[in-house]
């Protein structure tokens, strides 16, 4: 599976859109982005994922580059609930193996 | 639906102590995961369950850990003896397919003293 890399923290203010960036410099033709969240003291949590196309749904918005290297995640009206841990991972989407996580961006959302 | 469902919520123990972790997945989701996360980092693949075959079991530490899952629902994760450094939450997740999203149960979380 293709590394991705993350900022380690991220701030944002309440009501304000939180763009969370991924580089994911390597990825492969078949490999798809993931993005999971994990609030303290709770299992991650799905978000969204996509092959090459933007993705849209309840939660989030997925950004993929046309190159494919690197990919944002929107939290278009961000609540002090979103204040998480955000993981980016990359994977085979046919892999038939788990998703590995990193260490992900800590996104703190402010009054 | 029910969620992933997971006890006991906290356990303390003893070095060189055993303790086991339950595991009852979401009805007919076939595949079933357990995570080991250290405080700080991310969590890490112990092992990987399709109905009631090992998929990939290469992180866990096959001298003190064992996992089975039994008639493909319900699973088992056992530490025997445990160290310090197995202190950790211990997530269990399933999901309908492989390539499906994951869904979490809320972790038991470890500490060995």
């Known amino acids: 599976d293709a590394k991705t890399t993350q900022p380690p923290s991220m701030d944002c203010a309440e009501g304000r859109a939180a763009n969370l960036p991924c580089n994911h410099s390597?990825?492969?033709?078949?490999?798809?982005v993931y993005w999971y969240r994990q609030i303290h003291s709770q299992g991650p949590q799905y978000i969204i994922h996509g092959l090459k196309n933007n993705e849209t749904n309840e939660m989030a918005s997925l950004i993929i580059t046309e190159d494919r290297k690197s990919s944002t995640l929107i939290l278009p009206h961000a609540t002090l609930r979103d204040t998480a841990v955000y993981y980016c991972?990359?994977?085979?989407?046919?892999?038939?193996?788990?998703?590995?996580f990193g260490k992900g961006t800590s996104l703190l959302v402010t009054p | 639906e029910a969620g992933v469902a997971q006890s006991p919520r906290y356990k303390i123990i003893e070095k060189r102590q055993s303790v086991a972790f339950w595991c009852n997945p979401i009805s007919g989701h076939a595949t079933l995961y357990w995570y080991q996360q250290i405080l700080g980092q991310g969590p890490k693949l112990l092992i990987q369950f399709q109905n009631n075959g090992v998929v990939d079991d290469s992180q866990l530490p096959k001298d003190r850990f064992s996992a089975e899952r039994l008639k493909g629902v319900d699973s088992t994760l056992k530490i025997q003896p445990a160290k310090l450094e197995d202190s950790a939450v211990y997530l269990c997740a399933s999901s309908l397919r492989v390539n499906y999203g994951y869904t979490f149960g809320s972790g038991t979380r470890l500490t060995v003293v």
């Open positions: 991972i990359v994977r085979v989407g046919d892999s038939g193996y788990a998703l590995n």
């Open positions: 390597t990825i492969s033709g078949n490999e798809y």
